[in-house]
């Protein structure tokens, strides 16, 4: 056996370790990924970004990977691994060769596809007469949670799902133009976008955030395009008050008083006191002052009554926007993931309105597609809150005009998400 042959076979064992713990433990492939490497620091910087980026092709394709015909288990784990880099054209080709070699498979490199139907060609030169189906992509339950969508609307939605995310960022303190000349300076290239000022790409170059000066400084914060929506759909102003009811470790809540320029008030809470330790580092590292974290502890919201311009609820969901960027969560979650959110998401709305004065505003998101987790949620509260009701929005990628806003991944190479504006009589 080469050398090649030797690290082949070594990745391809560590990865399936990987890969059935995520599948048994249920846990999320990063949290499962960053134990094994804090525990195995043999692994130099090319040995991770091969296991990383396979194991998560591993799921990104799982439906497929799933149909290739095979005489053994030992050949269809090395024949799902050599097809793994097939479509994602991976670039470590001897370990490539070496997989396709234990697969039984004759040498094939393929080419960058741009529709699904061409993925599905690729790999029908070594499985002819197997049929690829792009719905085998997603569990089936998926497509009952959404509202309709035509075959074109389903395919760009799973044409989505199978390509990596970019690395998005917010800029902070400083222009964008000066964001990129200081990362260009670092080696890094980034592209503005082309809906929001202080909104960057860094597409898929490998960084280590914890080490750039601009990071550290707190002038940039890693958050999707799509959760940056919420924020300008917001729109707070200076001088503000605000209430992030469940704000997590705090993007949402650090965009808000960016776009407040850091006058008026935030409050943010939620239920884990992790969460808000972890935005109080960032707001510190930010220098954004006007941020108050409180524990979300009872039934009982930890504010007062009426006293809000704006509220935003970000509700717990199922993340099935998110399926993009974590593609292991379409295999872990089972459809009660979706269907059993509604009841919390509402009552976590009800409590939270009671906090927004008379003529303030009350935002509800969710980074979810489903639409039980969306519009039934906002019309089952406004039908028992007629105080309330839906502002028109446009569409930040689209123009549309809607009272439902969806941001759909294909839309911006982003998350989805999902956000409703409404406005206390």
């Known amino acids: 056996?080469?050398?090649?042959?030797?690290?082949?076979?070594?990745?391809?064992?560590?990865?399936?370790?990987?890969?059935?713990?995520?599948?048994?433990?249920?846990?999320?492939?990063?949290?499962?990924?960053?134990?094994?490497?804090?525990?195995?620091?043999?692994?130099?910087?090319?040995?991770?970004?091969?296991?990383?980026?396979?194991?998560?092709?591993?799921?990104?394709?799982?439906?497929?990977?799933?149909?290739?015909?095979?005489?053994?288990?030992?050949?269809?784990?090395?024949?799902?691994?050599?097809?793994?880099?097939?479509?994602?054209?991976?670039?470590?080709?001897?370990?490539?060769?070496?997989?396709?070699?234990?697969?039984?498979?004759?040498?094939?490199?393929?080419?960058?596809?741009?529709?699904?139907?061409?993925?599905?060609?690729?790999?029908?030169?070594?499985?002819?007469?197997?049929?690829?189906?792009?719905?085998?992509?997603?569990?089936?339950?998926?497509?009952?949670?959404?509202?309709?969508?035509?075959?074109?609307?389903?395919?760009?939605?799973?044409?989505?799902?199978?390509?990596?995310?970019?690395?998005?960022?917010?800029?902070?303190?400083?222009?964008?133009?000066?964001?990129?000349?200081?990362?260009?300076?670092?080696?890094?290239?980034?592209?503005?976008?082309?809906?929001?000022?202080?909104?960057?790409?860094?597409?898929?170059?490998?960084?280590?955030?914890?080490?750039?000066?601009?990071?550290?400084?707190?002038?940039?914060?890693?958050?999707?395009?799509?959760?940056?929506?919420i924020g300008h759909i917001c729109n707070p102003q200076a001088g503000e008050q605000w209430w992030d009811a469940c704000s997590g470790a705090g993007g949402k809540s650090l965009q808000l008083a960016s776009l407040m320029k850091n006058q008026g008030q935030i409050v943010a809470s939620d239920i884990r006191q992790s969460a808000l330790l972890e935005l109080e580092k960032r707001a510190a590292r930010s220098q954004c002052n006007i941020i108050k974290s409180v524990l979300w502890q009872s039934e009982t919201a930890p504010v007062a009554t009426q006293a809000f311009d704006g509220v935003l609820v970000d509700a717990p969901c199922s993340c099935t926007g998110t399926w993009r960027r974590n593609p292991d969560m379409r295999w872990l979650d089972h459809e009660t993931a979706v269907t059993e959110k509604p009841p919390l998401q509402l009552d976590i709305l009800q409590r939270a309105s009671n906090a927004v004065k008379s003529g303030g505003v009350l935002v509800y998101a969710t980074c979810s597609l489903a639409d039980a987790e969306n519009r039934g949620v906002v019309d089952a509260f406004l039908a028992a809150n007629p105080q309330f009701t839906l502002q028109s929005l446009e569409h930040p990628f689209t123009g549309e005009r809607t009272e439902y806003l969806t941001v759909w991944p294909y839309q911006a190479d982003t998350d989805g998400m999902f956000v409703v504006r409404m406005l206390r009589q």
């Open 1 to 229: 056996m080469t050398p090649a042959e030797k690290y082949a076979d070594s990745y391809a064992k560590t990865i399936h370790q990987l890969f059935t713990e995520i599948l048994q433990s249920r846990q999320s492939a990063d949290r499962v990924l960053a134990a094994y490497f804090r525990l195995n620091k043999k692994h130099g910087g090319r040995d991770r970004r091969i296991i990383r980026e396979t194991l998560f092709a591993l799921f990104r394709w799982y439906g497929w990977l799933k149909l290739l015909p095979a005489a053994n288990d030992e050949q269809l784990w090395f024949r799902q691994l050599a097809a793994c880099g097939l479509l994602e054209q991976h670039s470590w080709q001897p370990t490539l060769e070496a997989w396709q070699l234990r697969g039984g498979l004759l040498p094939h490199s393929g080419t960058p596809w741009q529709s699904l139907t061409q993925a599905a060609e690729q790999l029908q030169l070594w499985f002819a007469g197997t049929d690829f189906p792009a719905e085998a992509l997603v569990p089936q339950w998926f497509w009952q949670q959404l509202s309709a969508m035509n075959d074109t609307q389903k395919l760009t939605l799973l044409q989505s799902f199978c390509s990596r995310p970019p690395l998005w960022l917010r800029v902070q303190q400083l222009s964008t133009t000066n964001a990129k000349q200081a990362l260009a300076t670092a080696g890094f290239s980034a592209t503005e976008s082309a809906y929001f000022e202080d909104a960057i790409s860094l597409g898929h170059q490998s960084i280590n955030l914890n080490e750039l000066t601009l990071y550290k400084d707190g002038q940039l914060e890693v958050q999707d395009l799509a959760s940056q929506v």
